[in-house]
């Protein structure tokens, strides 16, 4: 299936082309953007400044959640490489371009981003949420961290101090190489928790390491390899890494197990259920450290 959609603006059209194989989510195969000298202007129509808040659609998401005793939380993307690669033909490569040729686009698009991001984040707290997440998956694997220091930092560090004087848990979602991230985020935010902490060759993640310098200041969610373990792991090997990662991770609190990023469409659902079935045996406070290293050694590990 091919999709096809124009948008029409009082700057001129924008186009967008995805493709939808059997089976499969749809793959964008022209993005909005095909020039940003000229479509930046024509995009913000389509992301115009928040208003107000559909008090009426969250009331009704916010029961939903309370009535299976889910939080209700909020999602504010921030800037960067990560989500500008979303609408721009040729993503990444062509934001690095911008970034050496036109960096004033690049700016103007970062100030447009903070001050719609802003503005969510005042309505978010008026809503009375139990949390706010920020998204940004592949902040330092789609740029660097100089970039993500130029670009996402400012409107992390603004958003996370709002939510802090509001008493707000907050998250953030990063998938790919966090490492750094968990550097700047301790540093200079508020951000209160980050994931999904993937393992290499997705991501660059040492759980017990990035416990042990940053388990003070950040809670950790995630680890679990989605391809190695989750996938093609049978239900053994589920219960042995799970198991690793409370071990390395879950001493002293702020630790939620959870797989790292989504995991494939076909990953069995049992292997699902032998992660739950692990937090369940295993994972109340407080931790049964001897218990649990005896059950790594008897699966093997």
């Known amino acids: 299936m091919v999709n096809t959609a124009t948008v029409r ?13 059997r089976g499969d989510q749809p793959a ?16 913000k129509y389509t992301q115009p400044m928040p208003r107000a808040l559909d008090r009426p659609a969250l009331e009704t998401y916010r029961q939903a959640c309370h009535q299976r005793a889910h939080a209700f939380g909020v999602t504010i993307p921030y800037p960067g490489f990560q989500m500008w690669s979303v609408y721009v033909q040729g993503g990444v ?29 005042r309505l978010a707290l008026e809503a009375q949420l139990d949390y706010i997440l920020f998204g940004g998956s592949g902040t330092i694997t789609l740029a660097s961290p100089a970039l993500a220091a ?14 802090r004087a509001a008493d707000l848990p907050t998250m953030l ?20 928790m980050l994931n999904p902490l993937e393992r290499p060759p997705m991501g660059d993640i040492d759980l017990a390491e990035v416990k042990r310098t940053h388990g003070h200041r950040l809670a950790l969610m995630g680890n679990l390899h989605t391809t190695d373990v ?8 589920v219960r042995r890494e799970s198991l ?52 790594i050694q ?4």
């Open 173 to 192: 979602h990063s998938c790919g190489k966090n490492r750094a991230l968990a550097d700047m985020l301790a540093a200079d935010t508020d951000v209160g």
């Open 298 to 301: 008897t699966l093997g590990g």
């Open 9 to 21: 603006t009082p700057e001129g059209e924008l186009h967008q082309e995805s493709v939808c194989y």
């Open 230 to 237: 989750m996938l093609l792991g049978s239900v053994q090997d």
């Open 150 to 163: 130029k670009y996402a930092l400012p409107a992390l560090k603004k958003w996370s101090a709002m939510a």
């Open 244 to 295: 690793k990662a409370i071990r390395a991770a879950g001493k002293g609190g702020g630790f939620i197990l959870s797989t790292g990023d989504q995991c494939g469409r076909d990953t069995p659902d049992e292997n699902l259920r032998e992660m739950v079935r692990v937090v369940e045996e295993f994972g109340a406070y407080p931790l049964d450290m001897a218990r649990i290293g005896r059950e």
């Open 28 to 43: 964008t195969t022209v993005k909005l953007i095909q020039d940003l000298t000229t479509d930046l202007a024509r995009l």
């Open 93 to 121: 490569e062509t934001l690095a371009f911008a970034e050496q040729d036109t960096p004033g686009i690049l700016q103007e698009w970062f100030e447009w981003d903070l001050e719609r991001g802003t503005r969510e984040m």
